[in-house]
Every structure is written in structure tokens, then in C-alpha cells.
């Protein structure tokens, strides 16, 4: 144990409410996927909105109604790595264009946050934006150039 | 060397055609093999498979591992059996050369930016059900050709190699859900696919609702 967990975010704009029928399929597969990560090796945490379920209710831009956003932690980066990619989330990942639409620039950031910290909606936007202004950094990275948990303090 | 020598070298060793039989077994084994097995399941005596083994180990073909087949350990449980496994490595020679790869490389990176996955899976999907071999029901026989190497884990079929591998790596979503969308296209109807990796193999495994393998 280093310490330290990995937090992810990713926030994306629908391509139509969330109450309407361009979103029901993704809606509806929301509480099993959320419970397969819930469940999954080396989750730590996710973020909720008031209502509990899930984070679909937060608007993490005031001027931006339909941008959604997602923010978990995890032991590790390959922890993540394998519900992202080696289970039923990958079905739900392979559809994102139904749903989602594209954005220009970074839509997700990777950060090593002390053990036991739960990042806020504001703390999670500045990772993306500090990813959009210098890049893979260890401040925040991506998948494809992820840095390594910083030392631990001894 | 340069790297196509290399990969001439590498490839060389596989000219031999009882090699290339323990080749092919060993790399389509879900599970490491020892020598007894592989010499069994090719036909050739234990020392000649050993011999042959070491060979594709040399050439950077196979990997190995010791392990203990038996439950008895200290003195008199025997020396660790030598397992093989297909190395992790690529190899491919091309003549004249060619650059699928890069080729491949530069479309997904702008199928990715213009945000295209569904119409790759749709023409995945389509290319799926237009092999000639898919209208058979021989499933297994299809990913077989197409380099999956499936196995039977119990009722699930299993598949050890992903072909996509190094594109996969880098644009996993994308890739993923083509080679979900292609793999769909070619079961016939009975059968169901899902996201469930084999190790250091495809992500994609599939299930018979017919049962009859």
C-alpha cells in the first residue's frame, strides 16, 4: 500500500436529456453498472449526487445543462484500468456515441489523491482543465501516459 | 541485426515442421505446458519435443516456467517441471514490406477524433456476418481462421489471442467495441458474446444456448 489512491473523472455532454428516449438505454443500465463497480477489486469510492444513486444529477458547469460528470477512486491504476476495460462496463464504454457526444479537448483526468480522500466536483473540473492546459503531468494524466503514486512520505 | 533480421531469425526457427506443431499447440494452450504434454499432443518423443521446445525458446517464440506438477515437496519431490508459454512478443515479416499497422494506427486515431465507433461497429458487425465461413454454424472454426484461439472453459468459449492487441492497447474502446461488433456478426444465431477477458487474451467470450460443442 502506497498511501495513496488513484481518482479518475470524466465528464461528458448528452446528446439529449436524461429523461428522454435517446437516454433511456443508458439510464437503465446505470444501477448495474455502478454495482459492478461498487463491487469490483480495488474500488474505493464513487461520487453521488443528493439523491444517492449515482452522480447524474450534478451539473459540474453552471452554464452547461446536459454536461454530466463522473469521479471515482481506486487503489490503483490497473485496479481501474480493469473495470474500464476487461468487464460489462466496456459494453456500456463501447456505446458511448449513442449517448454522448464528442467533446473537443480533455474530458477525463487521472490524480493520485491521499488514501481516503474524496475529491470534489470543483477539485475533479481542475484536473481536467490542468490536464487541457500542460498536458500528461503528475498532477494529472491520462491512461496513456499515467505517472506513478507519489513516494510515500516515510 | 535489424529488427526485420530479427523477426527473419525468429520466424526461421518455425521452418521446421514438428516446431511449428509445438509451436502452434503451445501458443493455442490456455494453460502453460510441459513437455510431456506437448510431446504427447504432437506425437514425438519426450527428448525430441524438449529439444525443440528449448529451440522456440531461444528464438524468443516461447517463454518458460518451473513449476511442481506434484504435491510432494523437499527431498525426493524431483526438480520443478519446465513449463512453456507463448512469449509475449510480436513478429510479423512482411515481403515486400508493408505498413498495415501504421495505416491502421492513423485511421483509428481519426475514427476516434470524429467520434465514429458506431458506424465502425456497424461495418465490423456487417464484415462479421459476410465471412463465408460464418454462415456455417462451425463458430469455432471461424475464430479459429481469424486467429482468436478459442478454447472450451466448461459451457463458455474462450478466446487466448486478441488480434487487435497492440491497437487495442491504445484505443480501447474503440477497438473493443469493433472486435465486440465483429465477433457478434460472425456467431450465428444461438449464440451469445460477452465482456469477459481471458488473460493476456481477447475480452469478448461467448456461450451457446444449443450447448453442442
Known amino acids: 500500500m502506497t498511501g495513496f489512491h488513484v481518482a479518475q473523472v470524466n465528464v461528458g455532454r448528452i446528446v439529449a436529456p436524461l429523461d428522454g428516449p435517446e437516454l433511456a438505454d443508458f439510464v437503465a443500465q446505470l444501477p448495474e453498472i455502478n454495482a459492478l463497480a461498487d463491487h469490483a477489486?480495488?474500488?474505493v469510492w464513487r461520487l453521488v449526487d443528493d439523491g444517492g444513486a449515482d452522480s447524474t444529477g450534478l451539473r459540474p458547469d453552471d452554464n452547461d445543462g446536459r454536461l454530466l460528470i463522473n469521479c471515482s477512486t481506486w487503489e490503483s491504476v490497473e485496479a481501474l484500468e480493469d473495470f474500464a476495460y476487461h468487464t460489462d462496463h466496456l459494453r456500456v464504454l463501447s456505446r458511448r456515441r449513442e449517448w454522448f457526444?464528442?467533446?473537443e479537448g480533455p474530458h477525463q483526468a487521472l490524480w493520485w489523491v491521499p488514501a481516503g480522500h474524496r475529491p470534489s466536483v470543483a477539485e475533479a473540473m481542475e484536473r481536467i482543465a490542468i490536464l487541457g492546459e500542460r498536458g500528461s503531468g503528475p498532477d494529472a494524466f491520462t491512461f496513456r501516459d499515467r505517472y506513478p503514486a507519489p513516494a510515500a512520505i516515510s | 541485426m535489424t529488427a526485420e533480421d530479427d523477426a527473419f531469425a525468429a520466424l526461421g526457427v518455425l521452418s521446421d515442421p514438428v516446431r511449428r506443431k509445438l509451436y502452434?499447440?503451445?501458443a493455442a494452450s490456455p494453460d502453460d505446458v510441459g513437455r510431456d504434454a506437448a510431446a504427447e499432443a504432437v506425437g514425438v518423443s519426450r527428448s525430441?519435443?524438449?529439444?525443440?521446445?528449448?529451440?522456440?525458446?531461444?528464438?524468443?517464440?516461447?517463454?518458460?516456467s518451473f513449476r511442481r506438477l506434484s504435491e510432494r515437496a523437499g527431498p525426493g519431490a524431483g526438480r520443478p517441471a519446465k513449463m512453456y508459454r507463448r512469449a509475449d512478443?510480436?513478429?510479423a515479416v512482411s515481403l515486400p514490406p508493408r505498413s498495415y499497422g501504421t495505416a491502421g494506427r492513423l485511421l483509428a486515431e481519426v475514427v476516434e477524433q470524429a467520434g465514429l465507433?458506431?458506424?465502425?461497429?456497424?461495418?465490423?458487425?456487417?464484415a462479421g456476418a459476410a465471412d463465408p465461413q460464418a454462415s456455417g454454424s462451425d463458430l469455432v472454426e471461424v475464430l479459429r481462421t481469424r486467429g482468436y484461439l478459442p478454447f472450451w472453459d466448461g459451457e463458455t468459449l474462450r478466446l487466448a489471442n486478441c488480434p487487435f492487441h497492440a491497437l487495442a492497447d491504445e484505443f480501447r474502446a474503440l477497438i473493443c467495441g469493433m472486435n465486440l461488433a465483429l465477433v457478434e456478426g460472425m456467431a450465428p444465431e444461438g449464440w451469445s458474446a460477452a465482456v469477459?477477458?481471458?488473460?493476456?487474451?481477447?475480452c469478448v467470450s461467448l456461450r451457446s444456448k444449443n450447448n453442442s460443442h
Open chain 1, 101 to 103: 457526444q464528442r467533446m
Open chain 1, 41 to 43: 477489486p480495488g474500488f
Open chain 2, 24 to 26: 502452434r499447440h503451445v
Open chain 2, 117 to 126: 465507433d458506431r458506424e465502425l461497429q456497424a461495418a465490423a458487425r456487417a
Open chain 2, 196 to 202: 469477459d477477458p481471458c488473460p493476456g487474451g481477447c
Open chain 2, 48 to 64: 525430441l519435443a524438449a529439444f525443440h521446445l528449448d529451440k522456440l525458446v531461444a528464438a524468443g517464440l516461447l517463454a518458460v
Open chain 2, 89 to 91: 512478443g510480436e513478429h
